[in-house]
């Protein structure tokens, strides 16, 4: 489910999570773009990270991709993840799953780089993207092979934009990102 849906009992948890040897500055946060939670994690004392389940560089396919877009548009979402990096000073994660021929093409690369550098002030990067190679879940899409992924990686880092692509674990017991869900559906 959406974190910030639940926010007062995330928060809970991440106060006890120092207990077990998890500092809070470890500690990340993960929204589909829920604007109301962004606003209320950014005014928590706790300094803990953020990061938006992105997927697409543009309203339309975000929108197809994820329904939330119709209600909190991207220039309103990246508006509040750019409010909690001026009040917190953490950089924002984008997490952005590869999908083949969805994605994944130079274009939306460079639109994406485009997104993340509008209305940057200093030389400090605001946002560091994550490429998640999609898992294998009986959905229709398929994932983005590895030279389209090395390809967009490498057209976000030329333009100045952190960029790292995600390891995949457990994918060979069904039990990567996605694929329990799927399982259990």
Request: overall charge positive; aromatic content about 6%; glycine content about 8%.
């Amino acid at each position: 489910g959406e974190p910030m849906l639940n926010l007062d009992a995330v928060l809970g948890a991440c106060e006890r999570l120092p207990d077990l040897g998890i500092t809070h500055r470890r500690t990340t946060i993960s929204t589909v773009g829920w604007i109301p939670g962004i606003e209320r994690l950014a005014e928590c004392e706790m300094p803990l990270r953020l990061a938006l389940s992105l997927h697409a560089p543009e309203d339309a396919l975000r929108s197809e991709l994820m329904p939330v877009n119709d209600r909190f548009p991207l220039a309103a979402v990246m508006d509040a993840c750019r409010a909690f990096y001026a009040r917190k000073r953490r950089r924002v994660f984008i997490e952005y799953v590869m999908l083949a021929g969805i994605n994944d093409r130079y274009e939306q690369a460079l639109a994406l780089a485009r997104l993340l550098s509008a209305g940057r002030e200093s030389e400090q990067p605001i946002f560091k993207v994550n490429l998640i190679p999609f898992n294998p879940s009986g959905s229709p899409f398929e994932g983005s092979g590895r030279d389209a992924i090395a390809a967009f990686r490498g057209a976000l880092a030329a333009r100045g934009v952190p960029v790292t692509v995600r390891l995949t674990r457990g994918r060979d017991i069904d039990a990567a990102c996605g694929q329990l869900a799927a399982r259990a559906a």
